[in-house]
């Protein structure tokens, strides 16, 4: 019997949070599912953060995956934007934590060169290489779809190679591997 793995991706967003998840049976991964949870409804941003981890805890509970590959905070101009992100990252982190699910983070440049051979590629180039990789007949509206999914097919490639995403299967884990993180 083969050996099967699902693997849900995370394309953290306080706004727009998109997922993909993946089904990888043997060598050969296939789409189960992919969308957008929406926060724009929300008045505050802690409710938006409370919506993302209900979300989270809802697609865990849904689909079962074995490990969440979620892509990583970066640093742009606006630190206020860096902290909504990364926030919203963390709910969804803690999420999938909670149920036991491990996570892989993997830094926005890794996930585009794993998909598209190129570290600055677009999110419509990424889309469109999905696309073709899955013989998608639509591509969704929302382009933090398809990097959610993105984030899952980067795990899902790494795992073939010897170097991986870091990994956490515990908050406990993640501060000690972590500490310059923790103030």
Partial sequence: ?????????????????GYGVIKVVGTKAQIVTLGVVKTSGFGDHYQKLRHIFERTLYLVDAFQPDEAALEAPFYGKNVQSMLKLGRAQGVAMAAALYRGVPIFEYAPLKIKQAITGSGSASKEQVAYFLKQMFNMEIRPKELDATDGLAAAVCHYLQGRNPAKGKSYNSWEEFIRKNPDRIK
């Avoid at 019997?1 to 949070?17: A, C, F, Q, R, Y």
Wanted: charged share 30%; proline share 6%.
């Fill in 1 to 17: 019997m083969e050996k099967e793995k699902t693997i849900l991706g995370i394309d953290p967003g306080s706004n727009v949070m």
